[in-house]
């Protein structure tokens, strides 16, 4: 996405790092409003199956928001009771309000949340966040209305669902499935940036998240789940259904009027190292072209229809005139916002008059044109000097392209003429190697799924592959690290805003469940 006011903060996807021991790389966040009978039951059977399954640490956050039952007394007795869990209190209401709070102080680099009812089964979190830990996405969603899904729920409640899908695609040009499953994660680099434009602080909030995401071209992961209606759920139908129209329009606004920065989302080209080496590589040409095709065919239309009302009361050359300079002024405005991709007011007026002084080269044309025909006959048909025009025009046309493309919206890779940046060539300085997650030795040995000892033959077997393995690992893991500490790449980048959040150099070390260093205080 090109813009008139900076370069993308977000670095090209990768892996995401290793951070020291004890840091979790999962962090599940469960929003809740006087939940005080299903909390201790959900967090337990949430942390029992991440204990079983994940195979990173991980944190389970409570966010309270401002409930007036005994929730608070439930989530600190949790807390103290097991490690791996933590609470916050909010004095205000609003999930939105919740999920950005936690999310923005937590240290993990993998975010996510689920609804307190766990209606989504729960052998679908390792998929959903798989894709983040990897660097192949920047934000996953669970979705219902997939057609691998198993959903059970009311008529009432699918009919809601898939209208609000649709208004959302209609009004929005969303491409995403299912914006309301309480089943998201996010990559907490991609947080840091997508937050702060997100307005909303309740249940507008996943939507609000989502579209914006996508609009900045960001990489949203779906995943199919199983999900189970909570017949007891507190949403209030009407009332969230009222706030999600208001926050559908106030978007909608936003992002017609351009007021939104989204190129601060913008990702480098290519997420492969060996891209940031290309030079001099188009960005976007196939689909500046069709664009400007389209823009062109219905500028064409309307200055015909311009230059038949004008030449109803003047002459053609003044006719045309008229009619081309009406016609290039908005010609200019739609091929800036439409095709070229720049939003906001600034180098607008330049951009005009860059775009006068191409429609003074097209009026050159078709007036050349125009002057031609009547010297070859005095009283020509209307019928044939529009074909003469159209002829002037398509020529004209391809000469506006191309100064469009290379003098008045040019993808000027150095940043400093007009403000705009290409993200085609990043920098990037690559960062020392960080310590990857310490792994203990396994309480016990390797076992059937059933919960049987392996034998004694499969499990030597078995550890000497494992030893192998992590040797492997751990020897292309320093050697990598030590050859990236000699190398400098330009990338040119910025950073995230925040500096603490670390770059992206190391793979992580898989840990199993149990395998931690039994002094962390996590």
């Known amino acids: 996405m090109r813009t008139d006011s900076s370069p993308g903060d977000l670095p090209a996807r990768e892996h995401l790092p290793a951070g020291s021991a004890g840091t979790p790389v999962l962090d599940v966040v469960i929003p809740v409003y006087n939940e005080e009978k299903d909390l201790q039951r959900c967090v337990v059977r949430l942390h029992e199956h991440l204990e079983r399954t994940f195979p990173y640490p991980f944190r389970i956050t409570v966010a309270d928001n401002a409930s007036t039952d005994t929730t608070p007394r439930v989530a600190a007795r949790l807390e ?22 936690v999310w923005s102080a937590s240290d993990a680099p993998v975010l996510a949340y689920m609804d307190v009812d766990l209606s989504t089964d729960l052998n679908a979190l390792l998929p959903l966040v798989a894709p983040l830990i990897s660097g192949h996405s920047d934000l ?30 209609g009004s929005l040009q969303a491409r995403f499935s299912d914006a309301q499953c309480g089943f ?12 702060p434009l997100v307005e909303d602080t309740g249940w507008f909030f996943d939507t609000e998240m989502l579209v914006l995401a996508e609009r900045a071209g960001l990489r949203i992961h779906e995943v199919p789940v199983d999900w189970v209606d909570d017949p007891d759920s507190t949403v209030h139908l009407v009332r969230t259904a009222t ?25 480098p080209f290519g997420d492969d190292p060996r891209d940031r080496d290309l030079t001099d590589v188009p960005g976007g040409l196939a689909r500046q072209l069709v664009g400007f095709c389209v823009v062109g065919a219905l500028s064409t239309l ?33 091929n ?45 048909a209307h019928s044939t000097e529009l074909s003469v025009l159209i002829a002037a025009n398509l020529a004209a046309t391809v000469l506006r392209f191309l100064l469009f493309r290379a003098w008045v919206f040019p993808d000027r890779r150095d940043g400093t003429s007009d403000g705009t940046s290409s993200t085609v060539v990043a920098s990037h300085t690559p960062a020392p190697a960080q310590p990857s997650y310490a792994t203990a030795p396994a309480r016990q040995g ?77």
Do not use: C
């Open 80 to 101: 103290s009771r097991i490690p791996e869990v933590r609470s916050r209190r909010l004095e205000q209401k609003g999930r939105g309000r919740a999920l950005h709070t």
């Open 302 to 334: 309307f200055y015909l229809l311009l230059y038949s009302g004008f030449r109803s009361f003047s002459g053609s050359q003044a006719a045309n005139a008229l009619a081309l300079l009406v016609s290039a002024v908005a010609n200019t405005a739609a």
């Open 446 to 522: 390797p076992r059937h799924p059933q919960g049987s000892p392996l034998p004694a033959a499969t499990r030597s077997a078995h550890d000497n592959a494992h030893d192998n393995a992590h040797d492997n690992a751990h020897d292309n893991a320093y050697g990598n690290a030590y050859d990236n500490t000699h190398d400098t790449d330009e990338f040119r980048a910025r950073d995230a805003a925040d500096r603490t959040w670390g770059d992206a150099t190391m793979q992580l070390q898989p840990v199993r469940p149990h395998d931690h260093d039994p002094r962390d205080a996590r």
């Open 184 to 195: 998201k994660a996010i990559r907490r680099d991609v947080a840091q940036v997508l937050l």
């Open 336 to 380: 800036r916002r439409l095709t070229f991709g720049v939003r906001g007011r600034g180098g607008a007026v330049r951009h005009q008059a860059q775009g006068l002084v191409v429609f003074g080269i097209g009026l050159a044309l078709t007036s050349g044109s125009l002057a031609a025909l009547n010297a070859a006959t005095s009283s020509p």
């Open 243 to 267: 706030d999600d129209l208001k926050g559908v329009w106030r978007v909608g606004r936003a992002l017609g009027t351009g007021s939104l920065p989204l190129d601060r989302l913008a990702r």
């Open 140 to 169: 996953a969603i669970g979705s219902r209305l997939a057609r691998s899904s198993r959903v059970v729920r009311g008529a009432k409640r699918e009919f809601i669902s898939r209208g609000y899908n649709l208004i959302l695609r």
